[in-house]
């Protein structure tokens, strides 16, 4: 072909090209995702321009694989009035439960765990109050795993953000966390339920004894079916249907169901009980991520990661993604057990244990503390941060830090002994 055809061609085809670039740079523009819709998740806002937390070059990329949210956008009905959604660049509150105590007068009987149980849990009746106090007072349950997301800074190094959120105007994220959702065999005939199961409905229900020793089948006992029950009348508590985060270890098998491994016990009947819980609880996790819940691991074995050897967190994270993560599916949220972090301090090191769960794809480490606190790692993709605990040792003591939440004095459950004091 001669040069001067050739040129022609070649110009034509920029000509074309520019042309096709034209109008996509055009149809683009009207993709843009515009803050009062009401269809626009969170996940979608980590996208949006937007300048304090995204760098720019990020904003012209496709979401990334780590940025995408499950969580369904909020749905109005046809008659309801037009949810307007308003970016949120503010705190984000967090706050945890243990199981709550479905019936007082047995975890509150002086016997010899009565004191943990007055630390550590709190009353379905405190439940219930602090639920309507958060409601009251604004609150509105986000994802956790919506709340920051993976970019690749300008050095192409992998990176957590901070993102804006969309909520509708006035009112304040919270996410829930729910420890140890387990059932342990110690709660047994201590006035909790012992596990969740699928009613006839569909939906989730539990059962356990009360304390005549009838059988209860109910959705009035557990953290997970009050807060479903609590949603269902009152749906602007949760963004888009979210509910919690569920942290659950392996030791004693997960949601009420025995499906650890034993090496000790290799029958054939152990073999085939674990089999039956496992096909048992696989509906239940279903269920619960159908209708907002999430997982996060809690490790397997409830260890404390403070004084543990790398050697014996890379066992017990094996072993929880073998038992519990096989069930739940992938997760990348780590809440510390007993609020102790990996390597000792996760807040001024970057340490082996913690480059290890890193490495496995975890990126959201939780610790306990009485205010909000968030890390934002600069050496790794990771976030680090605090979780406040709704418990009776603040029900007890940190009455002021809780104010913003509830006030301790008008949930306090009476069927607390008053041995154990309390500072209001
Ligand atoms: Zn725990």
Known sequence: MPISKRTKKLAAVIACLLFVIVCIAACGKDD???????????????????????????????????????SAPPSPSPSAPELVLVPYDGVVEHLFFHEVIAYPELAFNGNAMEKGYDDNMVTVSE?????????????????????????????????????????????????????????????????????????????????????AGNLVVSQDYTVVTILDKFIKEHPDFSLGGVKGCIALTGYEGILGYRTQYDKNDDSNEF???????????????????????????????????????LNGVMNDAQRWLDEVGSLVGETKLFIYPFGSRLDGDDVNKTGPAFKYYQELGFRIFASVGIEPYVKIKSDIAAVICDRMHADG????????????????????????????????
């Not at 009401?38 to 940025?67: C, G, H, I, Y």
């Not at 039956?276 to 819940?293: C, D, F, H, S, Y």
């Not at 029900?395 to 913003?404: A, C, G, H, T, V």
């Open 271 to 309: 073999r085939l009980n674990r089999m039956k819980e496992i096909a048992l609880v696989r509906p239940v996790i279903q269920r619960l991520k159908e209708t907002g819940w999430y997982f996060a691991t809690h490790s397997y074995g409830h260890i404390n990661l403070h004084n543990a050897s």
């Open 127 to 211: 439940y219930n109050k602090m639920l309507e106090s958060m409601y009251a007072n604004g609150y509105i349950l986000v994802d956790m795993n919506d709340v920051w997301s993976e970019y690749s800074n300008d050095d192409w190094q992998r990176r957590m953000k901070k993102n804006t959120l969309m909520l509708p105007e006035g009112k304040k994220p919270l996410i829930l966390s729910f420890d140890d959702i387990s059932f342990y065999e110690y709660m047994r005939g201590d006035g909790f339920m012992e596990k969740l199961i699928i009613g006839e409905d569909g939906d989730i229900w539990a059962t356990g004894y009360d304390p």
């Open 32 to 70: 843009d995702p515009d803050l009062n819709d009401p269809l626009l998740t969170s996940s979608d806002a980590a996208d949006t321009p937007e300048p304090a937390d995204t760098p720019p070059e990020e904003t012209a990329r496709p979401p990334e694989p780590s940025d995408t949210s499950s």
């Open 393 to 424: 040792i603040t029900l007890r003591k940190s009455r002021d830090s809780y104010m913003k939440f509830y006030d301790a004095k008008e949930v306090f459950d009476p069927m607390r002994k008053d041995k154990y004091g309390k500072s209001w």
